[in-house]
């Protein structure tokens, strides 16, 4: 290379790093250090709920036992965070995205980003979840959480956090954010206080919750009838993590419109030593909001069926000698 050559290459690189700074000094496609304070945040405690709902000497146990199974789920702890930033116009496209393993309840970032406005949405925990995941990131439209399209899901193993904020950059001074993000999953617990000598296995199902939610709207979708599978966490305490359910509105931000006021249910299948299965069908009419527990207190008969216990917003439905057929695989 000779000295005419090396000046010329001197001169590229210089301005290329100057940028901004050689064009009439204008600094608006500029480049700016932004400092982003990510935190989840906890509406309801649902440790605190459980102990309300079962708070008898004789529900301790149970207390003890759902707590221990829930809290590391609802823990407020984010596993991973995935930060998106669109363009704040029309088109709203993504801009940028990063994504972190955090393991922590707060984390603070440095991003270098373009002065822009921008949308953020930012999601936590979706990376932990094998049945939920992060759908349609090309646009901020559609940016949601969507349910693995089953018809029959096995229970969530980790509540999913969400965050939205508008950020206008263009033209402010201001480079330090705070963003909250707040749950979108619900909880369903299932407690037998009462049982024959001999108890019966049971299967059991969450049905009418939602299996998305569009994360810059706040809405839950219902696109598909799927059944959440509870685990049994003993032979008389199931509980099952899932989206909310229809009518429910999210832990942070008002209810859409298209979000209609309908109840869910919860489906048990008692198998009986003489080889009939009993179902029950427990019909909620109150709806089950994100953050929240619903704790069900039955019964199970002798015939297999269940009666809920201490409570006036739960229906029940029995069918004596049920047949499988087309509405789940029992053995998914």
Aim: hydrophobic share 35%; with cysteine; charged share 20%.
């Amino acid at each position: 290379m000779n000295r005419k050559q090396l000046i010329v290459l001197l001169l590229i690189l210089t301005v290329g790093s100057t940028g901004c700074r050689l064009i009439d000094d204008d600094l608006s496609n500029c480049g700016t250090d932004y400092m982003m304070h990510y935190s989840m945040r906890i509406v309801a405690d649902i440790t605190l709920t459980i102990d309300e709902k079962l708070s008898s000497e004789l529900e301790r146990p149970f207390a003890d036992t759902l707590k221990s199974w829930l809290s590391p789920m609802f823990s407020g702890t984010a596993h991973d965070l995935c930060m998106n930033f669109y363009a704040l116009d029309n088109e709203q496209e993504l801009r940028h995205q990063t994504k972190e393993i955090i393991n922590a309840s707060s984390k603070t970032y440095t991003l270098y980003l373009p002065r822009e406005d921008y949308m953020h949405l930012a999601i936590a925990n979706a990376a932990q979840d094998e049945y939920i995941g992060i759908e349609g990131d090309g646009y901020a439209a559609s940016l949601r959480l969507e349910q693995h399209a089953h018809d029959t899901v096995p229970t969530h193993r980790i509540a999913q956090f969400t965050a939205r904020l508008e950020m206008h950059m263009s033209d402010t001074s201001i480079t330090e954010y705070n963003v909250h993000l707040y749950t979108v999953s619900s909880a369903v617990a299932l407690i037998v206080t009462q049982h024959p000598a001999t108890m019966p296995p049971l299967d059991m199902f969450v049905a009418g919750m939602a299996t998305g939610f569009e994360i810059r709207d706040s809405v839950y979708t219902y696109d598909r009838n799927s059944l959440i599978r509870a685990e049994r966490i003993t032979d008389r305490c199931y509980g099952a993590v899932t989206l909310p359910s229809r009518g429910s509105k999210p832990s942070a931000g008002p209810m859409h419109e298209k979000q209609m006021t309908e109840y869910w249910s919860v489906r048990v299948y008692a198998h009986l030593a003489d080889g009939t299965t009993t179902e029950t069908i427990l019909s909620v009419d109150t709806p089950l909001d994100a953050g929240k527990i619903e704790i069900i207190k039955v019964q199970l008969n002798d015939d297999g069926s269940l009666t809920p216990v201490e409570t006036t917003h739960i229906g029940a439905s029995v069918t004596l000698d049920w047949k499988e057929g087309n509405q789940y695989d029992i053995d998914i």
